[in-house]
Structures are given as C-alpha cells and as structure tokens.
C-alpha cells in the first residue's frame, strides 16, 4: 500500500498537463485538490483515471450528514483510490460518508483530517475556543475517525507513530528534501524520515512539481521511502 503521492496544486488542466509532459513514462499517483477540481470537474478525474493515473481526490468535505452522504455517493462514483473528508464534522457526519462509499460499492479508501496543519494552537483556544491541546485534539479525531468505521487520517509524518498505535493509515504532507526550503510548511520531513515513522503514504507537492528534474525527484522519493 505504501506510496508516494504527488500533490498537483495547479491551476487548470493545461498546467497539469505540461506538468505529466514531463514524466511521460510514469504513472504516479496524484493528489487533486479543490483548486483543479472546482475548475476541471468530475471529467478530469475520469481522464487522469483512464490514462492510469491513481487518484487521491482531496476535497476535505463537512457539512450535515446527509448532504455528506449525497456528495460522496457521487465522488465514489468517480472510484478514486483515495478521498477525504473533516474529522470535525463530527462521527455521524463520517459514517454517513462511509456508508455511502459502502452503498456505491467504491474501493475508495476513506480518510479524515484531523486539525488543518494551518491551525495554530493559539487560533484552537482564542478563535476556536477548543482548551484541549492540538496534540490531544489530534488523537481524539483520529479515535472518531476509527469509532465511525474509517481507515485513516491526513496528518505530519510526526504524528504517523500515534496513528499507527491506534491502527490507522496516515497520508502525510510535509515532506522536504534536506536540501530544499520549507516554503510555507512549518514542520517538515524528508521521505526517509516518514518511512522511519512509519508513514502509509506521503505527499509531496513543490519537491517534485517545481524541480529541474520531476523525475528523478520523483525518483528519490520513492527510493528514500519505500
Ligand atoms: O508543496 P508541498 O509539498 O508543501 O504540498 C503539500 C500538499 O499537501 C499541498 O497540496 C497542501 O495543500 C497539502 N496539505 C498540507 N498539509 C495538510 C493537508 C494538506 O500540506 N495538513
């Protein structure tokens, strides 16, 4: 099961294309996330499939329940490898997004996110008013995510060990090469170090997507972390 998944944060299909032009003999398995899909649609998703492509549609959804449970009825018919949805809508909500994926009878593997990495701790207690510390928080929503009969969580590689005790897959943004700069990412990882935390998948955007050479980028990865 192990992977690595490449985080295709660009703005329409032509980016994404000149992107996949550079690695054509290679099938990776892409992240799709709101940006292209809000634009693309569903029809990319049945492309990138039929090309060969594997698919973690990252679409984090939340909402009442049974609007869940509708919505993901239609992502299951995409039969992506991979979909996710917030942990914060509560176990109901990520119920009724499995039952849906189970009704469909999608091989979809289900995901949730716990806390957003973007969220500080101070933003968790003064905007959100939530006094339990992030690490707690964490390991309460990945017990819902288990108790509402999914698989795993999005988290950091640093978190890959508690997700593990509690017999969960984790797919784990982050990841940096020692020689890149972090950008914007505040704790990261490189591919070997989430392989010794014992990471199910990681995902990595700009290390490979802004590279000279995406494929052997892409190539490093997988040799550092399979
Ligand atoms: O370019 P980079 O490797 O930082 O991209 C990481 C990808 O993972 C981006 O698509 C980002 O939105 C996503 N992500 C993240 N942290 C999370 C959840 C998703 O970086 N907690």
Do not use: W
Not at 48 to 58: A, E, R, S, T, V
Not at 179 to 184: E, G, I, L, T, V
């Amino acid at each position: 099961m192990k992977n690595v998944i490449i985080a295709c944060d660009f703005k329409d299909k032509e980016e994404l294309n000149s992107f996949l032009n550079k690695m054509p003999n290679k099938r990776p398995f892409l992240k799709i996330g709101m940006e292209l899909f809000y634009k693309e649609g569903p029809l990319l998703i049945k492309e990138l499939k039929q090309k060969g492509y594997k698919i973690f549609l990252d679409l984090k959804l939340h909402d009442i329940p049974t609007t869940v449970y509708k919505a993901m009825k239609n992502i299951a018919l995409l039969d992506v490898e991979l979909t996710n949805i917030h942990a914060s809508g509560g176990v109901k909500m990520m119920e009724y997004a499995k039952k849906a994926i189970d009704e469909v009878g999608s091989s979809t593997i289900l995901i949730a996110v716990t806390q957003l990495t973007s969220t500080s701790d101070e933003a968790l207690k003064d905007e959100l008013l939530i006094n339990t510390p992030m690490n707690e928080t964490i390991k309460h929503y990945a017990k819902n995510t288990k108790k509402a009969g999914l698989v795993g969580v999005v988290c950091s590689p640093l978190e890959a060990p508690i997700m593990n005790e509690l017999g969960l897959i984790s797919v784990t943004p982050g990841i940096r090469f020692s020689s890149n700069n972090a950008d914007d990412q505040v704790r990261v990882s490189t591919p070997a170090l989430a392989k010794e935390l014992g990471s199910t998948y990681i995902v990595v955007g700009r290390s490979i997507t802004k590279a000279d050479n995406p494929v052997e980028a892409y190539e490093k990865c997988l040799k550092e972390f399979l």
